[in-house]
């Protein structure tokens, strides 16, 4: 499974639009060569280097039960039911690092059943609920200052 974007490569630097501050909208995704067995899929992106200014890995977007087929997710369109972010709102929240460049992750997940999460939940409410039923995944990286 591959998960992409028209908009930055990995490791490159996020659109600008993507900025909490800025418009708030996720980037384009492109997801590739989901395995046939999927029943559903699940995003999240998060912000592992908001541990020094936060105490935690941030959470900026939580979506689940997303229909496997979904080979484009579009900049400002959700796919699936929304977790509740740190930013305690549903949706996507941006980047909006507080001291410096950060790294940000999004990891989609390939599932063998549908989740079935009312909206909301959060991110370890997700993981819970995952686990034991990943059957791939695959990860994009982008920095934004």
Known sequence: MRLTSPEFKDGEELPEKAGYME???????EIKEVPEEAVSLVLIMDDPDAVEPAGKIWDHWIVYDVDPSTEKIESGESPGTEGITDFRETGYNGPNPPDGEHMYVFTA????????LPQGANKEQVEESIEGHIIEKAE??????
């Open 23 to 29: 418009e708030n909208v996720n980037p384009q995704l």
């Open 109 to 116: 997940y390939a599932l063998d059943k549908e989740l079935g």
């Open 140 to 145: 994009l990286k982008g920095r934004y200052e």
